[in-house]
């Protein structure tokens, strides 16, 4: 079993940036690949950003490549998301998610690959 508890996030103008945290507890941490999604109301969850095993392999949705980055740091179980030039469709409920799934590695956007999920946290962006 494995816990995950997001951190970061609120209210930040357009254009501004805003880094979100995952941290996780409960097993190894370096044996899972790690996720970030997003989700707003009537929508389905979004996947936003993914991390390999050790951090040598990121991938990112169309939406925010060379905005946003991916990594993580193993010996502190914490995978981050910074997010640069954000804009108002950027606003949504955040959420990582931990995956011990060799699928990860042909599809990480995919939602059900991933069997660990955080609370979520939220993040808004005015215009």
């Known amino acids: 079993q494995v816990q995950l508890v997001e951190s970061g996030g609120g209210l930040v103008q357009a254009g501004g940036s805003l880094r979100l945290s995952c941290a996780a507890s409960?097993?190894?941490?370096?044996?899972?690949?790690m996720g970030w999604f997003r989700q707003t109301p009537g929508k389905e969850r979004e996947f936003v950003a993914a991390i390999s095993w050790r951090g040598s392999s990121t991938y990112y949705a169309d939406s925010v490549k060379g905005r946003f980055a991916i990594s993580r740091d193993n010996a502190k179980s914490t995978v981050y998301l910074q997010m640069n030039d954000l804009n108002p469709e950027d606003t949504a409920v955040y959420y990582c998610?931990?995956?011990?799934?060799?699928?990860?590695?042909?599809?990480?956007?995919?939602?059900?690959?991933?069997?660990?999920w955080g609370q979520g946290t939220q993040v808004t962006v005015s215009s």
């Open positions: 998610a931990a995956t011990s799934s060799r699928g990860f590695t042909t599809q990480p956007g995919t939602v059900r690959h991933y069997e660990y």
């Open positions: 409960g097993r190894t941490f370096s044996s899972y690949a």
